[in-house]
């Protein structure tokens, strides 16, 4: 697949890279597994000077003897004596970085938890005591959020503090998967495009197997997800297992309720006949997998919440196949592909809003974007959108089709916020999937 997008974080590491050549550089960066970071380092760091480490889960002698090839065949240098820990690795190359400039590129950082933990404090005094003569640009990668995260912004942690930059790599905007789609199938349709938003999400590695399968209608899409051997049955447990350890069953009930419409914490408890609260927390937290939703303009202390999963493939992949997992165990693939069809108007529907939202938000015109709806989910209104400074309120309602919009339901519906926003200019609007 030829790379996309990612212009604004390919100046940033450039840039990063430039002042590397004078003073050292400590750049973290995270991202969901599959969003694309290590193509994105690759090829901000092609036509430069830069070596390559992969952090696997192995013995810390053998993973240092598979770095110091990595060594000597990008920096075309000699090394004498035994290195048989990171910390003799990493000191040796911020030394060599005092009269030779060049990039390390760390993948998988957190997984030196697993090879040695004494590593981050051993990086932490090295980087302490050299990073002031030598010219290194140090990026430490990690598909692991909640480890990542900890690991430089954890006040008690080695490295809290020790990074000069950050890059949270998200997925493609709507912009450049509609670039993708027309590209690749000039003749799409608002129901293709959807569709390919609704699976991908605009994760870079799921974008490129459906252009490698050429799936890009809901029927080619639903063929390759839902064929024996796919990737996509089981990527959730792939993504997601090793965030969670051994507690993961807990989370993915709870992800799998989120994703089946159950959406409080009073409905999840009820099913789960357990308290969630603590588990909820660390999904919004400390994996950032979901987010609450308040109504526009309600306290922050407000207990009317509604939980939403982030990312639009998981929430897929949770309401659809870890639901109807026992179909996936005994092959019932064909089934489960009519069982998404069935649902797929009121599920698409969801996204649509999504959609919309996501493209609001883009245009960066408004203070405030949120959903609204009064006690007992009365008067909901998919989109409420405020620009303060304009003093001007937009009330969208989202349906699939046009014909199926009020805007005198919506007028209604708004009379309450109306009275909150006197003095504003108000607008009411009608998206369907014909204003994608």
Not at 140 to 156: A, N, P, T, V, W
């Amino acid at each position: 697949m030829k790379f996309y997008n990612r212009e604004k974080e390919l100046a940033l590491l450039g840039k990063i890279e430039k002042q590397s050549q004078q003073i050292a550089q400590m750049t973290f960066v995270v991202g969901r597994r599959r969003i694309g970071k290590t193509s994105l380092l690759i090829k901000a760091n092609s036509d430069k000077t830069y070596i390559y480490f992969f952090v696997a889960k192995k013995n810390e002698a053998l993973l240092c003897e598979e770095f110091i090839d990595e060594i000597k065949h990008k920096l075309k240098v000699e090394l004498f004596g035994e290195f048989k820990t990171f910390k003799d690795v990493f000191g040796y190359l911020m030394e060599l970085a005092k009269t030779k400039h060049f990039t390390l590129i760390i993948d998988e950082f957190q997984e030196f938890m697993f090879v040695n933990s004494s590593i981050y404090s051993d990086m932490q005094n090295i980087w302490d005591s050299k990073k002031a003569e030598s010219n290194i640009n140090l990026i430490l990668c990690g598909s692991i959020y909640s480890m990542m995260k900890r690991i430089f912004e954890h006040s008690k942690e080695p490295l809290f503090g020790r990074a000069t930059h950050r890059i949270f790599l998200k997925s493609f905007d709507i912009p450049t998967i509609k670039e993708i789609v027309a590209e690749h199938y000039p003749e799409y349709t608002q129901e293709d495009l959807l569709a390919f938003y609704m699976i991908t999400g605009g994760v870079a590695k799921y974008v490129e197997l459906l252009i490698e399968e050429k799936a890009f209608t809901l029927e080619s899409i639903l063929d390759t997800i839902f064929s024996e051997n796919s990737l996509f049955l089981d990527e959730g447990k792939n993504v997601l297992i090793d965030e969670f350890g051994k507690d993961y069953g807990n989370y993915f009930s709870i992800l799998s309720l989120i994703a089946s419409g159950k959406t409080s914490r009073i409905e999840i408890e009820s099913i789960m006949e357990m308290q969630v609260g603590g588990f909820l927390d660390r999904l919004e937290k400390e994996y950032s997998l979901v987010k609450k939703v308040r109504s526009i303009f309600a306290k922050p202390n407000s207990r009317s919440v509604k939980y939403q999963i982030n990312d639009n493939f998981l929430n897929f992949w949770f309401r659809f196949i870890y639901k109807y997992r026992s179909a996936v165990e005994i092959g019932s693939l064909d089934y489960l592909k009519e069982v998404v069809k069935r649902d797929y108007t009121t599920y698409s529907g969801h996204i649509l809003e999504k959609y919309f939202i996501e493209k609001m938000i883009s245009k960066r015109l408004y203070s405030e974007i949120g959903t609204y709806w009064e006690k007992g989910n009365q008067n909901e209104i998919d989109i409420v959108a405020v620009n303060d400074l304009e003093k001007s309120v937009t009330f969208t309602e989202v349906k699939r089709k046009k014909e199926n919009i009020s805007i005198q339901k919506l007028k209604e519906k708004s009379k309450n916020l109306q009275t909150q926003l006197k003095g504003y200019k108000v607008e009411f609007l009608g998206l369907s999937m014909e204003d994608m």
